[in-house]
């Protein structure tokens, strides 16, 4: 029986063995979730001392991995998460990477939003050092860092 997608049961627990529809060069076909590959395209994010970023902002309702490069004089910036608890964020895991631009007095401060918590405090995690990197991941419910670089 045909049915209009948005009449479809919702999936739950997938295995990655089950088969979903794409549409590629106006072709319906078919592949597994296994099957398609992560795809990390990342968003070049020039910071400033004193200009804060709202990463809740649709602009990057699709970004998964920032590079931040620092312009200007040295200070620090603040880089507010999206709301753990929307729908767009549970499960969403943001990666955030310095190039060589950043330095112990230009510092980006990766802050949660409101009273939310990264790893269980509302406190913002710093970035201050060329290269140095960290992996967000939301629950639903709050920010956990699950990887460092430093």
Known sequence: MDKKISALDTATAL???????IVQ?????????????????????TVQAGTPIDLATS????????????????????????DATSTNSTNRVMR??????????KKVHIT???SQTIDGVNAYYE???EYEG????SDGTE???????A
Request: hydrophobic content about 45%; aromatic content about 10%; proline content about 5%.
């Open 112 to 114: 949660p939003s409101g």
């Open 59 to 82: 602009t990057y309702d699709d970004v998964e991995m920032i590079r931040l490069n620092w312009t200007g004089a040295n200070g620090t910036m603040v880089l507010t998460l999206p």
């Open 15 to 21: 295995q990655g063995t089950e088969l979903i529809p």
């Open 143 to 149: 920010w956990f860092i699950i990887q460092k670089k």
């Open 96 to 105: 955030f990477i310095s190039n060589g631009t950043l330095a112990a007095a």
């Open 134 to 137: 960290v992996t967000l991941w």
């Open 127 to 129: 970035v201050n050092k």
């Open 25 to 45: 060069s106006s072709t319906t076909k078919k592949a597994k979730i296994s099957d398609i590959v992560n795809y990390i395209a990342p968003y070049a994010l």
